[in-house]
């Protein structure tokens, strides 16, 4: 089992929608979890990391953490074009080397107007 | 120079060639990381350093080296490039152990 898991996708919402991001992890033992988005072409960029159980808002995007089931999601509020990327789910488990990620193979967003 | 630079940003590159890819962060972060991309695949860790003269090896480091001499520096050396190692590649790095920022990416083809 890999460590990170994410749908591929590609998921497709219009304009406006919800859309829902899920990842599910492995290790029971991880501690920092973290949403990345990557652009075609371009480098992943952080938007979103969570500590702790429960929901972390931040603008139209909220994280969501159980670490009881082991599934960490991004909600994307009144999506747009322009949140159009792959998003990769990133995991530090507890003890790992210092900052060591396991990243998701990512899952693609078309947001469609 | 703002964040993190990694330098060339495109290289086609023969077989059997050495071939090193730079990374430079001006943040003052202690940890780097090297990391490579491919379709399907997603990012793998190819090494990583915690600290200015230590280096570690990640998911995926045979064919690969690397060095860190000092906090800003961590160079990727392919000592004799093979095709399997087409790939896009990024650098990120960290000051608090979690949160990494990437780089902007070299895009290498080795035929």
């Known amino acids: 089992q890999k460590e990170v898991e994410q749908n591929s996708g590609p998921l497709s919402v219009p304009e406006g929608a919800i859309a829902s991001l899920n990842c599910t992890y492995s290790?029971?033992?991880?501690?920092?979890f973290f949403w990345y988005r990557q652009y075609s072409g371009k480098s992943p960029e952080l938007i979103m990391f969570i500590y702790s159980n429960g929901d972390k808002e931040d603008g139209r995007f909220t994280a969501q953490l159980n670490k009881a089931s082991q599934y960490v999601s991004l909600l994307i509020r009144d999506s747009q074009p322009s949140d159009s990327a792959t998003y990769l789910c990133a995991v530090n488990r507890k003890g790992s080397t210092l900052g060591r990620l396991y990243f998701g193979r990512g899952t693609q967003l078309t947001v469609w107007p | 120079i703002a964040g993190i630079t990694q330098a060339p940003t495109s290289q086609i590159l023969a077989a059997g060639r050495r071939m090193t890819l730079r990374c430079t962060q001006d943040m003052r972060h202690n940890a780097m990381y090297w990391y490579r991309q491919d379709l399907g695949l997603g990012l793998r860790l190819i090494h990583y350093s915690n600290t200015a003269g230590t280096t570690g090896k990640g998911e995926v480091p045979d064919g690969y080296s690397v060095s860190r001499a000092n906090t800003d520096d961590f160079p990727l050396t392919l000592a004799s490039a093979v095709p399997s190692q087409t790939s896009v590649y990024f650098c990120?790095?960290?000051?608090?152990?979690?949160?990494?920022?990437f780089g902007p990416g070299t895009r290498l083809t080795v035929l």
């Open positions: 990120a790095s960290s000051s608090t152990g979690s949160e990494q920022f």
């Open positions: 290790d029971r033992g991880s501690q920092s």
